[in-house]
């Protein structure tokens, strides 16, 4: 039976990191399978073959080939070899949004769920890049869900005299920005977002069910009035299977 092979290239250097050696491995072999490199119902390459071409022991081997088994991406049979089982279905449904109007809008079919809710916070704890900090601030922790599976962590944090303008149905249906934009007679005159990419820590990848060191994109957000006082500040963690940017360059 042909076996689902990745074309021959560099020897991938697992010593560039201090994340274990299997874990790095597993987070290779899933990108093979979520990009059709090792195609559904194919069988993958063998144990051996994979050690001699990652220059690792065949037990590193099957430690991350158990990652994948337990994620039900591969199916191990005895005597036949590992078959991929059906491509996962496409998850990139997730706009980081680059214009006001998008950052507005509510995810169709999401749902939030409010994790902490901490009044009283001292202004200068605030991760304000821009504008001046407001005396105190309601700090939420929220995570978005849409379909069974978290896809954002944020942490939101309100200029507290906003507080009694927003709802609790605000704070499960609307977005950070919108939570600002929408309170009757709040003017928003600068807004700001910035974006890195990066890797889940152990933190994050148990509150967005992911495995170590799965890519994530980091987005603050922040909302200033005419005064120069930092309305909200937002930290968001999205899982990055799920994230899609696109800008409008013309």
């Known amino acids: 039976?042909?076996?689902?092979?990745?074309?021959?290239?560099?020897?991938p250097d697992l010593n560039r990191s201090a994340v274990a050696r299997y874990l790095q491995l597993a987070t290779l072999f899933r990108h093979r399978v979520e990009q059709g490199i090792w195609q559904a119902g194919r069988q993958i390459p063998t144990v051996d073959e994979l050690a001699a071409e990652c220059g690792v022991?065949?037990?590193?081997?099957?430690?991350?080939?158990?990652?994948?088994?337990d994620e039900g991406l591969i199916e191990r049979?005895?005597?036949?070899?590992?078959?991929?089982?059906?491509?996962?279905?496409?998850?990139?449904?997730?706009?980081?949004?680059?214009?006001?109007?998008?950052?507005?809008?509510?995810?169709?079919?999401?749902?939030?769920?409010?994790?902490?809710?901490?009044p009283g916070q001292d202004g200068a704890g605030v991760p304000a890049r821009q504008g001046s900090p407001a005396p105190l601030y309601r700090h939420l922790r929220r995570r978005h869900w849409r379909d069974g599976a978290p896809f954002l962590l944020a942490d939101v944090w309100l200029d507290e005299r906003l507080s009694p303008l927003v709802t609790q149905e605000d704070l499960v249906t609307k977005t950070a920005l919108r939570l600002v934009a929408s309170i009757p007679g709040v003017k928003?005159?600068?807004?700001?977002?910035?974006?890195?990419?990066?890797?889940?820590?152990?933190e994050t990848a148990a509150g967005l069910h992911?495995?170590?060191?799965?890519?994530?994109?980091h987005v603050h957000r922040a909302a200033i009035d005419a005064q120069g006082v930092l309305l909200m500040a937002a930290n968001g963690i999205y899982r990055g299977d799920m994230v899609r940017i696109d800008v409008k360059l013309r």
């Open 210 to 217: 992911l495995p170590l060191n799965a890519p994530v994109a």
């Open 188 to 202: 928003i005159a600068e807004a700001h977002q910035t974006l890195t990419i990066g890797a889940a820590d152990v």
């Open 57 to 69: 022991a065949r037990a590193t081997i099957r430690q991350a080939l158990d990652q994948l088994a």
């Open 1 to 11: 039976m042909t076996l689902s092979r990745r074309p021959a290239g560099p020897t």
């Open 77 to 118: 049979f005895r005597a036949k070899g590992t078959f991929v089982r059906a491509a996962p279905p496409p998850r990139l449904w997730c706009d980081v949004e680059t214009d006001w109007n998008g950052l507005l809008r509510s995810r169709e079919g999401a749902r939030i769920e409010i994790l902490a809710d901490m």
